[in-house]
């Protein structure tokens, strides 16, 4: 089942921009993930946030999570080429070890 | 140092016939390991979790099958592939709960002719 969802599915901006992804999710987590997947490879883990956290940073990246809305960001700072990438944020739902669901992803292109 | 390795990196099987994919890791002991399926363009699938040797979990019922005969090395097999199975198989570890992440192979293709 899918649990979190990506918003927007595609985004493209201009290298030097910064990019904003969304993530809404269902059930009480213990944790939220974001990871990262180039085309045709495996992914990358990029940084996770607590569900007793609200803001956390790791170089470039901003994640932020709402636990009330059921809602997490993440921000890229002034984006790269070598950003491009398709972006997915996954849930440790509460009280199921660890069981990670994933989103649909959001699909960036940042152009040079 | 802690790795996955996950083969072949791609595959072609015709309907009907069996399949095997392998997944092991490096530099850890009692990992949870994890099969997902990613459709194109879409998100990541659960179909089976390990905690342990011989226990697997099955989220989504279908002809696929997963064991878990050695502590480090989880299988994904199925009898006869249908054209749905078509997709990529990406096998991940993580310890202990999920505060460190999921470590993810590199992935299989696989296409279903």
């Known amino acids: 089942s899918q649990q979190g969802e990506e918003d927007p599915q595609a985004l493209s901006i201009q290298e030097g921009e910064n990019a904003t992804m969304n993530c809404s999710y269902k059930?009480?987590?213990?944790?939220l993930q974001w990871y990262r997947q180039n085309s045709g490879r495996g992914l990358v883990h990029l940084i996770l946030?607590?569900?007793?956290?609200r803001e956390k940073h790791s170089g470039r990246l901003r994640v932020t999570l709402d636990t009330s809305k059921k809602s997490s960001s993440l921000l890229i700072t002034a984006s790269r080429a070598a950003d491009t990438a398709s972006y997915f944020c996954?849930?440790?739902?509460?009280?199921?070890?660890?069981?990670?669901?994933f989103g649909q992803g959001t699909e960036l292109s940042v152009k040079p | 140092s802690q790795t996955i390795h996950q083969w072949p990196a791609t595959l072609v099987q015709p309907v009907g016939s069996p399949l095997s994919l392998e997944c092991t890791v490096e530099?850890?002991?009692?990992?949870?390991l994890y099969w997902y399926r990613q459709a194109a363009g879409r998100g990541l699938q659960l179909l089976f979790y390990?905690?342990?040797?011989?226990?697997i979990s099955s989220e989504v019922p279908q002809n696929l099958s997963a064991s878990r005969p050695q502590d480090r090395q989880f299988i994904l097999s199925s009898k006869k592939l249908l054209l749905s199975d078509s997709g990529f198989y990406l096998c991940?570890?993580?310890?202990?709960?999920?505060?460190?992440?999921?470590?993810f192979g590199s992935g299989t293709r696989l296409t279903v002719v």
């Open positions: 059930t009480s987590i213990n944790n």
């Open positions: 996954a849930t440790g739902p509460y009280n199921q070890g660890g069981k990670l669901i």
């Open positions: 390990s905690v342990g040797i011989g226990q």
């Open positions: 530099g850890t002991s009692n990992p949870n």
């Open positions: 946030i607590r569900s007793n956290e």
């Open positions: 991940a570890w993580s310890v202990g709960d999920t505060a460190g992440g999921y470590t």
